[in-house]
Nanobody, 115 residues
Framework: QVQLVESGGGLVQPGGSLRLSCAAS????????MGWYRQAPGKQREMVAG???????SYADSVKGRSTVSRDNAKNTVYLQMNNLKPEDTAVYYC?????????WGQGTQVTVSS
């Protein structure tokens, strides 16, 4: 099993920045890939960014150039730095871990971009 706990969400003005964190515990050595997803009210959950165990990153077109996903293996933590935030970035952000024995999700953290 893998447990994921997100933090770092909040209310930010348009153009502002936030850094989300996802702390992993449990059978972390079996994790192949970690990603950030988001779900806005009335919309489907969508991938935002991901990072493989080897450090390869990927981004949704909507956040490319404004976001950076990174990982600190010593802390078992994955980060999502988001800059130049827009109102359309408002959503609940979820951390996802893909392990050899299954997929795990965190509880989510709310990000609201509003003036």
């Amino acid at each position: 099993q893998v447990q994921l706990v997100e933090s770092g969400g909040g209310l930010v003005q348009p153009g502002g920045s936030l850094r989300l964190s996802c702390a992993a515990s449990g059978s972390i050595f079996n994790i192949d890939h970690m990603g950030w997803y988001r779900q806005a009210p009335g919309k489907q959950r969508e991938m935002v960014a991901g990072i493989s165990s080897g450090g390869t990153t990927s981004y949704a077109d909507s956040v490319k150039g404004r976001s950076t996903v990174s990982r600190d293996n010593a802390k078992n933590t994955v980060y999502l730095q988001m800059n130049n935030l827009k109102p359309e970035d408002t959503a609940v952000y979820y951390c996802r871990a893909q392990a050899v024995f299954g997929t795990f999700w965190g509880q989510g953290t709310q990000v609201t971009v509003s003036s």
